[in-house]
């Protein structure tokens, strides 16, 4: 390919990522309203200091990095990514997936010594609090183990390691979400709230790393049809996926709101607290604004030519498979021809 050839491949795939902001924007605002609403929780179980909402947050975000991140890992990916010339993009994704996990790991076990202290505090040297500290301990060995594991991407899709990852991962959530509502009383329907709400937020921040910062990246590199195709259809089941949890937050949310501070208007606009919750939902109508936004989805895709899947799939079957290893620009071509 001649050089000006190349460099304008280049410069229309920096185009196209220079784009990718809106989710970038979502992430910021989720990271911001997820700080506020910690501090808001933390702030109703007596405790105001920011060092501790601060804490708990960014054990709440790694064990959403980890949660979420397993999900697309395991789930997101299907098999029939790993049997076409999509399989090294995969390896790839779950090799730079592998070095935030480890970050997120080391920000788990400080973090989730404080957020313990507090629990132990709080709850009291109870069964539940010591049996939640053991389930933390056996999951990290997991993901610890899934983490650093060299195997082949083969053997590490939805490999008995990497789905007991998953599982304790989900089984910690809920395990949180218990204690945090144990701290000021067991209300079986607040303890239910407060799972779904921990769950949306934690596949929703670790589908949009994953995405943002391992998705993106590594597709990049690889603009070919087969990898469109791979990226295009696991950004979808995210973005489905994210239809669900857009009205989970802001539903559970408003209930846990309404739960610890009541339906006062006075309450909300004169104290610290109300204000912040009220900005807190604001965050999340803006995530709604901006979902509504991406799309016509072209604003949120990870590689030119997501959006147009079925176009590709009908192209891809007229070229030979050494014309579906050539740069996704060429292919689109012979799609757009129609």
């Known amino acids: 390919m001649p050089e000006s050839q190349t460099q304008t491949v280049a410069e229309q795939t920096d185009a196209l990522f220079d784009r990718y902001t809106l989710p970038k924007i979502a992430l910021a605002v989720i990271l911001v309203a997820s700080l506020v609403g910690t501090w808001v929780t933390t702030t109703l179980n007596g405790t105001a200091a920011l060092t501790l909402a601060v804490a708990k947050w960014a054990y709440f975000v790694a064990l959403g990095i980890l949660t979420g991140g397993y999900v697309w890992k395991h789930l997101f990916v299907r098999p029939g990514d790993l049997g076409t010339e999509a399989a090294d993009y ?154 669900f949890i857009i009205p989970t937050l802001f539903l559970t949310g408003l209930y846990q709101a309404v739960d610890g501070l009541g339906t006062s208007v006075s309450l909300y606009l004169g104290s610290t607290v109300g204000l912040a919750v009220l900005a807190k939902v604001g965050f999340i109508g803006l995530l709604v604004v901006i979902f509504k936004l991406c799309p016509m989805w072209r604003a949120c895709s990870p590689i030119e030519g997501v959006c147009e899947l079925d176009d590709l799939s009908e192209g891809s079957t007229r070229r030979s498979e050494s014309e579906n290893s050539e740069p996704i620009e060429e292919s689109a071509e012979v799609a757009n021809d129609d």
Not at 155 to 173: D, I, K, P, W, Y
Not at 188 to 212: D, E, K, S, T, Y
Request: one cysteine or more; a positive charge; glycine letters at 10%.
């Open 90 to 243: 995969c390896a790839e994704m779950y090799d730079r997936f592998d070095r935030i996990a480890a970050g997120a790991i080391a920000v788990l076990a400080i973090s989730g010594i404080v957020v313990f202290w507090r629990y132990l505090g709080a709850v009291g040297q109870t069964i539940g609090v010591f049996g939640y500290a053991a389930l933390v301990a056996v999951w990290m060995v997991f993901a610890v183990i899934t983490t650093h594991r060299n195997a082949t991407i083969e053997h590490q899709f939805r490999s008995r390691v990497g789905l007991a990852a998953l599982a304790l991962a989900l089984a910690v959530v809920i395990a949180t979400a218990i204690i945090e509502v144990g701290m000021r009383g067991l209300d079986p329907v607040a303890v239910g709230v407060r799972i779904l709400h921990l769950l949306a937020f934690a596949v929703w921040i670790g589908g949009a790393v994953w995405n943002i910062f391992v998705a993106v990246p590594t597709g990049q590199k690889r603009p070919t049809v087969r990898v469109v195709q791979a990226a295009g259809e696991q950004l979808e089941r995210f973005r489905w996926a994210v239809r």
